[in-house]
């Protein structure tokens, strides 16, 4: 947050496409690794900035310290850092927080001490400050009601992707674009009801796939399968809109 809104170096990562990194993407994670280090030592590691560490491990944490790079070099608010915990594979908890808009959810895909399986809005800061507000998203009767979101066609990588895309537009009443980490948030919150995305890492879907799941919606790959093995994701918060969904991109490569 110190570094967000000042002009700093940028460097580019991308062999085809811009894709910045910043300092700020580098140190926040190895703050990150430096807590998980300390605290459970056992457990793997699996950062964007960093790569892989102890890879065999069943837990995993999956971490993308900045999500929307180019939102935050560009100051616009609602980049997001994602913190996933998998077990052998599978998310069992995923955290979006957007501290510039003032935003954390997190997502329970089982029970953790005190907080029973469910998605929840974390308010206040430091342990004793702390409330946590169940999230559910919201029912949807079909796509001509249905609010959608995608980051832009940077995540709509080949032209039957984007043809799919621009039916779903067609059908259904409205589209934002521009929310990286953050949409899958709102999707949480019951704010829209889809997000359409490919070409993603499991850096990128970890978390939010938690998120979702947690709060009551589907998160699959335009296939029915795993996100996190084909890079393709559609979420939705009620099954109508995730079903109309899937019959759009399923032939979509």
């Known amino acids: 947050m110190p570094r967000f809104g000042q002009p700093q170096p940028v460097s580019d990562k991308g062999l085809l496409a811009f894709d910045p990194v910043t300092e700020a993407d580098r140190r926040a994670e ?3 690794r430096r807590v998980l280090a300390r605290e459970v030592p056992e457990h793997g590691i699996h950062g964007e900035e960093h790569g892989l560490h102890l ?13 929307g790079t180019r939102a935050y070099i ?6 997001v850092t994602l913190i996933a915990l998998l077990f052998e594979g599978e998310p069992l908890l995923g955290l979006i927080d957007a501290p510039a808009v ?5 997502g329970l895909v089982c029970d ?27 029912p949807c009767p079909s796509l001509d009601r249905a609010t959608l979101a995608t980051t832009g066609p940077e995540l709509l990588p080949s032209p039957a992707i984007l043809k799919a895309w621009w039916r ?12 990286d980490g ?18 993603l890492k499991p850096y990128d879907l970890a978390a939010p796939l938690a998120v979702v799941r947690a709060a009551g919606g589907l998160a699959t790959s335009f296939d029915g399968g795993d996100p996190l093995q084909s890079g393709q994701v559609i979420a939705a918060g009620d099954p109508r ?13």
Request: hydrophobic fraction near 45%.
């Open 30 to 32: 190895q703050a990150m």
């Open 74 to 79: 560009s100051g616009f608010p609602t980049w």
């Open 112 to 138: 953790a001490g005190a907080h029973r399986a469910g998605a929840y809005r974390i308010e206040g800061r430091g342990i004793e400050g702390r409330a946590f507000r169940p999230l559910a998203t919201r």
């Open 168 to 179: 779903a537009c067609a059908r259904s009443r409205l589209q934002r674009y521009g929310g």
């Open 182 to 199: 953050f949409a899958y948030a709102l999707l949480a919150r019951g704010l829209i009801d889809g997000v359409v995305e490919a070409g």
């Open 102 to 106: 003032g935003v954390t959810v997190l």
């Open 55 to 67: 890879a065999s491990a069943p837990y995993r944490w999956v971490l993308d310290p900045i999500d």
């Open 241 to 253: 809109v995730h079903a109309a969904l899937r019959l759009l991109f399923a032939s979509a490569r």
